[in-house]
């Protein structure tokens, strides 16, 4: 009996040991696995979509996508791109369909609650676009107009605190949203400058308000794990390319201010 009791226990002792041995933390896991899983736009010019030279995802958090693997694996080549819209990129995080996601995505309190942040590695403003000859200038006369969001963004809520009785028309996907301001479904679109900015370089006969409702601080988003060691890692890597130039350099190559 003491021999089997005495049995147990070792047994236990090692089973106990042998599994926190194991409990590889986020970035051992990506670098065990040899290839990052990266949630992105491909709509959202010059951020992420899909360029019509290469066929391949490209923009400015591709880019920053790259710099991470290289940093990580590497290798920038090590990723593998999965698309994700702004309603379904905090889930595609939760659930660790992606490892993490780098797609225009501002810090808010309310997705703080159920994710983790980098640093920002960019600030952008929320504005709209409108016709060239119309007649909205401010904000403000956006009251008795439709404007154009895409669900699941900051967007909404940005509008709603200033103009509570806006009339809004969501979208799911920037592709979607663009399409239906460009066949008039809506006298404005909303979003950030930077997406906004993307569609006036293909577009002409439109033109961006003056004013920014917000700031909108973009990080990498990713899961709430309780040792930190991949947010303490893409936070170091975030002040790297802030240091090194390479966010300067990105905000000229994507023609950003
Ligand atoms: N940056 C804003 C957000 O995170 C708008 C852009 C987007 O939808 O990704 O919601």
Redesign the pocket.
């Known amino acids: 009996m003491k021999k089997f009791i005495s049995l147990i226990i070792i047994s236990l002792i090692l089973l106990t040991g042998c599994g926190k041995k194991e409990e590889k933390n986020a970035v051992e896991k990506i670098k065990e696995k040899d290839v990052i899983v990266v949630g992105i736009?491909n709509d959202?010019k010059p951020f992420g979509f899909i360029s019509k030279t290469t066929g391949k995802p490209a923009g400015f958090d591709v880019d920053v996508a790259k710099y991470i693997a290289k940093d990580i694996l590497g290798e920038e080549r090590k990723i593998r791109f999965v698309p994700v819209t702004?309603g379904n990129r905090i889930e595609a995080i939760m659930s660790g369909e992606v490892d993490m996601v780098i797609?225009?995505?501002?810090v808010?309190p309310q997705r703080q609650y159920l994710i983790d942040f980098s640093e920002p590695y960019y600030i952008?403003g929320?504005t709209a676009l409108v016709k060239e000859d119309s007649d909205i200038h401010t904000f403000s006369d956006l009251k008795r107009k439709k404007t154009i969001v895409?669900q699941?963004?900051?967007?909404e809520e940005n509008i709603r605190r200033i103009i509570p009785t806006a009339k809004l028309v969501g979208y799911k996907t920037?592709k979607e949203a663009f399409e239906a301001f460009l066949s008039g479904k809506g006298d404005a679109i909303s979003?950030?400058d930077t997406?906004l900015s993307g569609f006036l370089i293909d577009h002409q006969g439109y033109r961006m308000l003056k004013h920014r409702i917000s700031q909108?601080p973009?990080a990498i988003g990713i899961k709430k794990y309780d040792d930190k060691v991949l947010k303490n890692t893409l936070d170091q890597i975030v002040v790297r390319m802030k240091k090194d130039g390479t966010i300067k350099k990105l905000k000229q190559k994507w023609q950003l201010q």
Do not use: L, N, P
């Not at 797609?103 to 501002?106: C, D, L, V």
């Open positions: 736009k959202t702004s797609a225009t995505m501002s808010t952008a929320q895409v699941g963004s900051t967007t920037y979003s950030d997406i909108e973009y």
